[in-house]
């Protein structure tokens, strides 16, 4: 049993190729890019034409999608193809499009990036509940220009005064907070991990 998508010239395969066969007529045309379980070894017994993983290599320069991109695309492919290993594949913006980056090329690589939610994100501080704060200071009570004199009688510190003060209530007020801990390796929505060809002759 097969079970294959198709999407335009987007393929999604699990199970043999040989439906492609339907195509004998219309073979498909280079640059097609296909999405498959087959590994390398296998993919080219099972599909008709040359195809090669999108993984950065160099475009043969007598390939026939060599020609086709001199032709027909964006130059910058024929130094190297794509490195899609590992990434997802976006479609490009034609005239109009949801990506909100302009002028991206054919085969480009967009950066990580994250959008403010359209959701806030709820959270509150731990509560410290009521509470005093220690002021440490020099006291004076006394006259004189001495050290115990100013003082006062009494006072069995030498240096210093410390007293115990209750905090008053500051009202509603806001804090900044910085985010630095916490979260994983990458931000990446549920996915599953396929072979991606390209066909080149």
């Known amino acids: 049993m097969k079970t294959s998508l198709y999407i335009g010239l987007l393929f999604v395969t699990v199970g043999s190729a040989a439906f492609l066969s339907n195509f004998e007529n219309h073979e498909l045309p280079v ?4 999405h498959s ?14 195809w090669e993983l999108l993984m950065g290599q160099k475009l043969n320069d007598e390939s026939r999608l060599y020609d086709a991109l001199e032709k027909y695309s964006d130059r910058t492919l ?9 990434y997802f594949i976006r479609s490009m913006n034609h005239i109009v499009g949801a990506n909100p980056q302009e002028n991206i090329t ?26 005093t704060h220690r002021i440490t ?42 985010i630095n801990s916490g979260g994983d390796e990458e931000t990446r929505p549920k ?11």
């Open 31 to 34: 640059g097609t890019v296909v």
């Open 137 to 178: 200071g020099t006291h004076a009570n006394g006259i004189g220009t001495n050290r115990e004199a100013q003082r006062g009688a009494g006072d069995s510190n030498p240096d210093e005064y410390t007293s115990a003060k209750g905090v008053s209530d500051s009202g509603n007020h806001r804090h900044s907070v910085n």
């Open 37 to 50: 379980v087959l590994p390398p070894e296998f993919f080219n017994a099972e599909y008709m034409g040359e």
């Open 191 to 201: 996915n599953i991990s396929l072979y991606v060809y390209i066909k080149i002759n």
């Open 78 to 86: 024929l130094d190297s193809l794509p490195d899609a290993r590992g």
């Open 106 to 131: 054919i085969g480009s690589v967009q950066n990580d990036a994250t959008k403010l939610p359209n959701n806030n994100f709820r959270g509150r501080t731990t509560p410290d509940g009521n509470h």
